[in-house]
């Protein structure tokens, strides 16, 4: 991946979190919001099992569901598919999701860095060290699908995945500054 395209993806991650922040405001997860949740049903349940004990709602089946549309609409457009891109494109999918996760906690006025802990998020249940386990979870899938690009006949080369990620983290700290600043100064007023 090209830093033009991690830039990009980093800035589509920062404009999803920045809507959703708007959407949800303080109330992560659609706490407040009047969508779908259907609760009790079997598919209900293995979602908050596999999404780590968060509720199902409409919300986040649509949002999720069209990120993950997006991401493949290059094959639309006629970029050939095969294999090899498709684990390309879960690969990053999957490291996506966890930085527009953690950016709408960087930039929501209601948490922002400091609040970014289990003391203050009760949607995320499972902490392993500073982040939830679905970070972990996350940033696993997204590298089991770059290393099978090479059943898929493409050559791997490890040191890409840890590029895009330190390219992710890098572009999270910039933020991080930013936001910060802007909140120092917006307190000095």
Same mark, same amino acid.
């Given at each position: 991946m090209s830093l033009l395209q991690i830039?990009?993806?980093? &800035?589509?991650?920062?404009? &999803?979190? @920045?809507?959703?922040v708007q959407v949800e405001g303080e109330h992560g997860w659609a706490a407040k919001l009047p969508c779908w949740r259907p609760?009790?049903?079997? #598919? $209900?349940?293995? #979602? =908050?099992?596999? &999404?780590?004990?968060?509720?199902? =709602?409409?919300?986040?089946?649509?949002v999720f569901s069209f990120a993950f549309l997006m991401f493949h609409?290059?094959?639309?457009?006629?970029?050939?598919?095969?294999?090899?891109?498709?684990?390309? =494109?879960?690969? $990053? @999918? @999957?490291?996506?999701?966890?930085?527009?996760? @953690?950016?709408w906690f960087v930039i929501n006025p209601h948490y922002g860095i400091r609040k970014f802990h289990p003391g203050c998020i009760s949607w995320h249940k499972i902490w392993i060290g500073p982040v939830?386990?679905?970070y972990y979870a996350g940033l696993a899938l997204s590298f089991l699908f770059h290393a099978l690009r090479?059943? $898929?006949?493409?050559?791997?080369? #490890?040191?890409?995945?840890? =590029?895009?990620?330190?390219?992710?983290?890098? &572009?999270?700290? $910039?933020?991080?500054?930013?936001v910060e600043s802007v909140r120092r100064l917006k307190l000095k007023d």
């Open positions: 830039f990009y993806l980093y &800035l589509l991650a920062l404009v &999803l979190a @920045f809507l959703e609760t009790g049903r079997w #598919y $209900a349940r293995l #979602y =908050t099992r596999v &999404l780590g004990g968060k509720e199902m =709602t409409g919300y986040h089946v649509g609409l290059p094959y639309v457009w006629g970029l050939p598919w095969n294999t090899g891109a498709e684990f390309s =494109t879960l690969s $990053a @999918f @999957f490291l996506f999701v966890v930085v527009w996760d @953690f950016l939830p386990i679905d090479v059943d $898929a006949g493409e050559g791997v080369v #490890y040191g890409s995945w840890i =590029t895009v990620l330190a390219g992710f983290v890098i &572009l999270a700290m $910039a933020t991080i500054v930013v």
